[in-house]
Nanobody
Framework: QVQLGESGGGSVQAGDSLTLACRSS????????MAWFRQAPGKEREFVSAISWSGRMTSYLDPVKGRFTVSRDNAKNTVYLQMNNLKPEDTAVYYC?????????????????WGQGTQVTVSS
């Protein structure tokens, strides 16, 4: 049974930092590319960042480039999202997801396995 569990969310002030973690079980972690998506209130879920199974390739949503960094520790079956200089518009529930397709890494439909999400709230 595939399980993805996010942690690290919280309520912070604009300009602060948070690091999200997503630990996986039930999958061969090194066979999967991992991604972070987010869903703000009243909006559709959107792609934030992805990292290939090896960690050699990454992809980011333009508004988070230079502020967010995705990484993974394959020995710990965990993917991370370091978020710096957070802005109120980053407020959302953040989800991690696993997929074996890198070509479609930015597409929500490519991901069959999802975590339960972790809330990030940024106040101005």
């Amino acid at each position: 049974q595939v399980q993805l569990g996010e942690s690290g969310g919280g309520s912070v002030q604009a300009g602060d930092s948070l690091t999200l973690a997503c630990r996986s079980s039930g999958i061969t972690f090194t066979s999967y590319n991992m991604a972070w998506f987010r869903q703000a209130p009243g909006k559709e879920r959107e792609f934030v960042s992805a990292i290939s199974w090896s960690g050699r390739m990454t992809s980011y949503l333009d508004p988070v480039k230079g502020r967010f960094t995705v990484s993974r520790d394959n020995a710990k079956n965990t993917v991370y999202l370091q978020m710096n200089n957070l802005k109120p518009e980053d407020t959302a529930v953040y989800y991690c997801a696993a997929s074996q397709s890198w070509v479609r890494a930015r597409e929500e439909a490519a991901y069959k396995n999802w975590g339960q999400g972790t809330q990030v709230t940024v106040s101005s």
